[in-house]
């Protein structure tokens, strides 16, 4: 998918890889933007859990989204069923074309290993009844730790971290997604729900895990089997038939559950504006 927000840029002459699908120009006017494209909302569209949520329930609007959206893959299978898990392992996924070209991204690029520790791609991939549609997400470095201060930042490092080390109970115990309709039909916002409440994934949809199999740590996927599930399928039929006339959100949250954990911050998340699922390559078969 395109990024038209690179795409649109005068003063860049480099070229820009971004995914299969591209990134949009601007969100200050959702209805104006080029259609089947992406971009990375603002985490202060979302309510998440406040410091003091424990003893009273109430939410706050999020920081800036920590992981930084790189690109988007969204692809359509030859047999038109689910896709693939662990698409990361694909030879065409994006992590994979970074891994072994950082200078297609900027980001990437300017990657100092000395200076920021080794590159890490936190992979979303939803796969759909038609195929799968796929974020990259690169963790940010972490902070000086001489203050002794934690911040937003090395809070949810640290529980990202947990993530990624523990075990399945933990990780489905942690992963919220929080969907949005940012522009779309009062039936599509309806079934997503009003974008004030995040889901625990590993109780409607079954989820599935993997990691870098070089060992090095490069990248983390999370699968998220949307096809897998009746009521996965039943929100998914109704936003797909009218997927064009819709700019949704998707921002994934690991859940806080202690103050040292409060308040919560989106991790990373998606906008996708009106995008055409019949102009979404067919993913090479293995």
Known sequence: VDNAEEKGSND???TLSTGNCSMSASESSPEQLPEHCWSQPKGKVFFVRSLSYLSDRQKLQSDDCVFQLLGVDLWRTVHGGPGMVHIA?????????????PTLHPATRTWNAKLHGDLHIFVVNFIVPFGLF??????PPAPPTASGTA????????????????????????LKLLPRVEVGPWLVKKA???GDKAAKLAEHLPLSYHTDPS?????????????????GNSIFSIVKSNVRLVTIDLAVILEGRNTSQLPECVLGAIRFHQLDVDRAPVLPPL
């Open 215 to 231: 060992g090095c740590g490069r990248y983390f996927e999370v699968d998220i089997n949307v096809a897998g599930s009746r009521l």
């Open 89 to 101: 392992s694909h030879p065409q996924s994006y992590v994979q074309k970074l891994l072994q070209n």
């Open 12 to 14: 860049r002459e480099e």
């Open 151 to 174: 911040t937003a930042l090395t809070r949810v490092l640290g529980l990202y971290e947990d993530f990624v080390q523990g075990s399945t109970e933990f990780r489905d115990g942690r």
């Open 192 to 194: 997503v729900g009003r």
């Open 134 to 139: 796929v974020g990259y997400f690169l963790r």
